[in-house]
């Protein structure tokens, strides 16, 4: 029902910046909570970012908040990472991840891999010392 692609990943020093993009396809956009999730070799998939469906509320991993903001823009049905003062314990592979929100629900976003119903394919961030 849902496609999700990402870009904007690579490599850059730290302290540099990157900002990831996720289209989506297949679903009213306005309908999906997004996030986003990274996993380095040999951990957990863990929860990076989130934003509500409406776009009002966000939620951020402790170790990425002041560093990293997640937007939306529905015209263009893409979601963002914008990712400063990059450091190397931020490389993984970062996953852009999709919910299915009804509209009582728009308010909401959601940090937990399992509360997720479409994930993308990744892209690698790579942050060298």
């Known amino acids: 029902q849902v496609q999700l692609v990402e870009s904007g990943g690579g490599l850059v020093q730290a302290g540099g910046s990157l900002r990831l993009s996720c289209a989506a396809s297949?679903?009213?956009?306005?309908?999906?909570?997004l996030g986003w999730f990274r996993q380095a070799p040999g951990k957990e998939r863990e929860f990076v970012a989130a934003?509500?469906?409406?776009?009002?509320?966000?939620a951020y991993t402790d170790s990425v908040k002041g560093r990293f903001t997640i937007s939306r823009d529905n015209a263009k049905n893409t979601v963002y990472l914008q990712m400063n003062s990059l450091k190397p314990e931020d490389t993984a592979v970062y996953y852009c991840?999709?919910?299915?929100?009804?509209?009582?629900?728009?308010?909401?976003?959601?940090?937990?891999?399992?509360?997720?119903?479409?994930w993308g394919q990744g892209t690698q961030v790579t942050v060298s010392s």
């Open positions: 934003i509500a469906g409406s776009g009002s509320s966000t």
């Open positions: 297949g679903r009213t956009f306005s309908d999906l909570a």
């Open positions: 991840a999709a919910a299915r929100v009804g509209l009582a629900y728009r308010g909401r976003y959601y940090t937990h891999k399992y509360d997720y119903h479409y």
